[in-house]
């Protein structure tokens, strides 16, 4: 499964918080996601940050 961050993204940074292996804020202060499978042991707290993300910006793929 891989995700992304939409440009709804307003880089409130909890998906950062709760899954750090994955979110990484960029220099315009939105968060981007990796570009690669999420990591194993990740998927709950992926999760989690998408159905805390104030803007709906997560997307899950796949």
Not at 13 to 38: Q, S
């Amino acid at each position: 499964m891989k995700c992304k961050v939409n440009t709804a993204c307003i880089g409130c940074g909890y998906c950062v918080k709760v899954c750090p292996r994955v979110f990484h804020t960029n220099r315009r202060g939105t968060v981007h996601a990796l570009e690669e499978p999420i990591p194993d042991g990740t998927e709950s707290a992926v999760i989690q940050a998408k159905e805390h993300c104030p803007t709906q910006a997560i997307e899950m793929i796949g």
